[in-house]
């Protein structure tokens, strides 16, 4: 199996930054994207950032010039630089990874970290 261990939110106020942090590991043969989204309380979960293998990039239009996403494929391991941090960005935070495994077959399945609150207030 694959264990993602999420790091790094907390409170912070408007303006501040954080940077979270995921790291997959297990049975894995190689890592094909990572990425991370958001839940809000009473809000769908929406794409805040996804990073490929070979490390081409995709922002929300929320997240664009504010976060920056990155990974060290060495560590299996995928951050967020969070910046000018603003209350609407309040909410839960998840990784989300897209596996390839190999058990005599390859198979693709996609794994959630636990989640990781992120509040941003005065």
């Known amino acids: 199996q694959v264990q993602l261990v999420e790091s790094g939110g907390g409170l912070v106020q408007p303006g501040g930054s954080l940077r979270l942090s995921c790291a997959a590991s297990?049975?894995?043969?190689?890592?094909?994207?990572m990425g991370w989204y958001r839940q809000a309380p009473g809000k769908q979960r929406e794409l805040v950032a996804a990073?490929?293998?070979?490390?081409?990039?995709n922002y929300a239009d929320s997240a664009k010039g504010r976060f920056t996403i990155s990974r060290d494929n060495a560590k299996n391991t995928v951050y967020l630089q969070m910046n000018s941090l603003k209350p609407e960005d309040t909410a839960v935070y998840y990784c989300?990874?897209?596996?390839?495994?190999?058990?005599?077959?390859?198979?693709?399945?996609?794994?959630w970290g636990q989640g990781t609150q992120v509040t941003v207030s005065s």
């Open positions: 297990g049975s894995i043969f190689s890592i094909n994207y």
């Open positions: 990073i490929t293998s070979g490390g081409s990039t």
């Open positions: 989300n990874v897209g596996v390839r495994r190999y058990t005599g077959t390859y198979y693709d399945t996609a794994y």
